[in-house]
């Protein structure tokens, strides 16, 4: 890109020195010699008429009334009517007698279609001359030139019947020479043009080199696309090949005219100066350097040119424009590179030197234009300056791949022993995992085997403390029933003695003779004896009673009193710990309802659950008296009544009470908040069950802390 940019700002600068002023017009131009360079310039002599005469041609012509003019100085200099229309330009000249000698060529350049007639006949025509500007078609790039041949007459006369080329929407086209008429030596004529061509191979090298880099980098891209630098460059390469292409045309391909020429060589050059932005953003992704504004400057600037280029290719601002481009692009990727260096990026040398190569050859290019060096070099030069800095980026690159490339293999080397590591580590895990698996096991079997066992063990245990519980609520009864047998049996060994007494006064009086006596006596004995069968059937159902508890239940129904069941068992039950605590005494206090009816229970269950009640309902009170409370009286009553279909049976005492967590756990199994040796915690359990489960009745608690508790049993009537 920088390439195209050179060239053209040589063309500028050389166009500019062909525009210099003319000195003043002879009316015939003497050429004694040409230039070193075998090239001279026609800029002054001519003369020039608008409108169109094929006479004007004509060598004898009288031209001394047109006004005299410089064709090379821009169109916009000329008078008006030289660029709207035809019209025509004749200058005499006389050769020298040297020059007169050889051969010699005449060419006419300039954006324009031109007929040159040599002394009255045509040597050159180029393009399609029409008198509106708009549909003149230009003259071809590499033109024919016409022949002054050697020997001719000394003055001789060039007529051009001109016409100029106005696209209608191309800008400045009149800051550029009107026409540039120049007389050659063949020899330097045919090596310029020769020249031109080799340029193409130039453009030919190029574009084999950049396809090559862009299909390379494409392919570095496609293998690796975390390395962005590759699509990018690899774009860069595609638009230098593509631009190298166009430049190739532009060079051989014969295009009959300059509209078509001007459109390849837009194109070429736009396509250069895109490689600049595409080298910008390779180095940016190559540093890992963000695209910013200045990244988006550029490519407004871009934008801006190619606008330019499009609408005034010829207009000096577009080759200011270009010339920037060029300047901001390099600027930029030295910046990006010096910072790079700067920040000591690996490699990022092969850059540098690059960068520097390039430049380097891009100097030796201005070198070799200005000192007209073989055409060998100057192309070589070319190729260099644009070659090496893209050479030293692909090389960076292709480093960058390789050390990535090294840097995975060292990284996968250390995967693989990484996953070594992990799948030793797992083997070793697994089989540790096994080993505590079969220890686990056989722990389990073994507390298995411990928890049957002292499951075993604690059903034996819980079937003994039901057994105590049984013993426990038998011996209370034991303690109440002798108690009770020890009145009845009290009376009959009271009413024996008396009654044997009395026999033996009986016996006395008989052997007296009283009769009235015996008689009366005879009663007492018999009164005596009714008191002791009495209390003798009373001793017996007491101990049938007791024969009955310790008795396995049977669970057998039969219609019951409840209140005699209530009165009998709460007395039993009192008389039990009494037995045990002489000084307990305690308010018994009862209130059964009358005529309540028979209840189909089982007596014997129904009673322990009673004597449980009550032995928990004594066993309050008595706690709450030890504490000395003044003024307390122990209590403990029981009621019946009926009530819609149940009965029910509420055994109340004034004792401690039980704070609601004691409550909530009353009826489990075992609990007990007795010391041991005096509760076994399974008669709130059984009761449940025989009320609940055995009658289909619900037992009931409510109690207050140190104000009593109550029981509520109901029974299905
Ligand atoms: P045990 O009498 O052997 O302790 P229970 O099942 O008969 O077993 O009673 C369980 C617990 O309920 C007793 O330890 C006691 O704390 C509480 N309890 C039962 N009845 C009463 C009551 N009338 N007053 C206070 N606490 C009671
Ligand atoms: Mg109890």
């Known amino acids: ?153 000394a003055e001789q006369v060039l007529a051009v019947r001109y016409a100029p080329w106005q696209p209608p929407l191309l ?81 051989t391909l014969n295009l009959n005219s300059l509209k078509e020429f001007l459109l390849v060589a837009g194109a070429s050059n736009l396509l250069a100066s895109m490689t600049g932005l595409w080298a910008v953003r390779a180095l940016y992704a190559l540093f890992s350097v963000r695209p910013g504004r200045i990244y988006a400057g550029l490519w407004v600037w871009y934008g801006v040119g190619v606008l330019a280029w499009m609408l005034a290719p010829f207009h000096p601002v577009t080759m200011y424009i270009g010339a920037g481009m060029g300047v901001l692009f390099t600027a930029e990727e030295l910046r990006l590179t010096v910072r790079a260096v700067r920040q000591r990026r690996r490699g990022v040398w092969i850059i540098a030197v690059g960068f520097a190569a390039g430049l380097l050859a891009s100097l030796g290019y201005v070198g070799t234009e200005l000192l007209s060096a073989s055409v060998l070099v100057t192309n070589l030069c070319i190729v260099a300056a644009f070659a090496l800095p893209a050479l030293g980026i692909s090389l960076f690159l292709a480093r960058e791949f390789a050390l990535d490339a090294g840097l995975l293999q060292v990284q996968l080397a250390e995967v693989e022993r990484l996953s070594a590591q992990t799948l030793a580590q797992e083997q070793e895990k697994q089989a540790l995992l096994a080993a505590q698996n079969e220890t686990l096991e056989t722990q389990v079997a073994q507390r298995t085997g411990e928890l049957q066992r002292s499951l075993t063990d604690l059903r034996a245990t819980q079937a003994q403390l039901i057994q105590k519980e049984k013993m426990a609520s038998l011996g209370e009864l034991t303690a109440g029933i002798a108690h009770e047998i020890q009145n009845p049996l009290n009376f009959v060994n009271n009413f024996s003695e008396v009654s044997t007494e009395l026999m033996v006064e009986l016996q006395e009086a008989q052997a007296a003779g009283d009769a009235e006596e015996v008689t ?53 039950a009192y008389q039990g710990l009494r037995a045990k605590d002489k000084s307990f005494n305690c308010a018994l206090e009862t209130d059964f309802a009358p005529g309540l009816p028979l209840v189909d229970v089982a007596g014997a269950d129904v009673g322990r659950v009673l004597l449980n009640l009550f032995g928990n309902a004594f066993y309050a009170v008595q706690k709450r008296q030890q504490t000395g409370e003044a003024g ?38 075992f609990f007990t908040t007795k010391p041991t040796g005096e509760g076994t915690g399974l008669g709130l ?27 509520t049993i109901s029974l299905p009537a």
């Open 632 to 669: 307390y009286k122990p209590t403990v009553s029981v009621n019946t009544k009926r009530l819609n279909g149940q009965v029910e049976i509420r055994v109340a005492d004034n004792g401690t009470g039980m704070p609601a967590e004691v409550q909530a756990k009353i009826f489990q199994p």
């Open 171 to 251: 800008i400045g086209t009149d800051r550029v020479p009107q026409l540039v008429p120049s007389l050659f030596s063949p020899k330097a004529f045919w090596q310029a043009q020769a020249r031109e061509r080799d340029n193409a191979q130039v453009f030919l090298v190029l574009l084999g080199f950049s396809a090559m880099l862009a299909l390379l980098h494409y392919a570095f891209y496609r293998y690796n696309p975390k390395q962005r630098a590759n699509r990018y460059f690899a774009r860069f390469a595609l638009a230098a090949a593509l631009a190298s292409f166009g430049a190739c045309c532009m060079y």
């Open 520 to 572: 009366a006596l005879a009663e007492d004995v018999a009164q005596n004896l009714g008191k002791i069968i009495e209390h003798g059937k009373r001793a017996a159902a007491i101990v049938k009673g007791m024969l009955e508890h310790s008795r396995t239940s049977t669970g057998e129904r039969a219609p019951t009193n409840l209140n005699a069941l209530c009165e009998e068992y709460l007395r039993l």
């Open 1 to 153: 890109m920088r390439l195209f940019l050179l060239l053209a700002a040589l063309g500028l600068l050389f166009g500019a020195t062909s525009a210099a002023p003319a000195p003043a017009d002879t009316t015939m131009l003497r050429i004694n010699r040409l230039p070193g360079k075998g090239r001279l310039l026609l800029k002054k002599g001519w003369r020039y008429h608008a409108g169109d005469d094929p006479a004007w041609a004509r060598p004898d012509f009288d031209d001394s009334v047109w006004d005299t003019l410089s064709p090379t100085r821009p169109r916009r200099e000329l008078p008006v009517r030289l660029s709207t229309g035809i019209s025509w330009l004749r200058l005499r000249f006389r050769l020298g007698d040297s020059l007169r000698r050889h051969d010699l060529l005449v060419n006419a350049e300039g954006r324009s279609a031109v007929e040159v007639y040599l002394n009255g006949r045509l040597v050159q025509r180029q393009g399609v001359i029409d008198a509106d500007p708009a549909t003149v078609v230009p003259r071809s790039r590499l033109s024919q030139p016409g022949q002054v041949s050697a020997g001719g007459p």
């Open 685 to 711: 359990s059984l009761s449940h069950d025989i009320v609940v489960q055995g009658h289909g009745g619900t037992l009931a608690v409510d109690s207050r802390v140190g104000q009593g508790t109550t029981f």
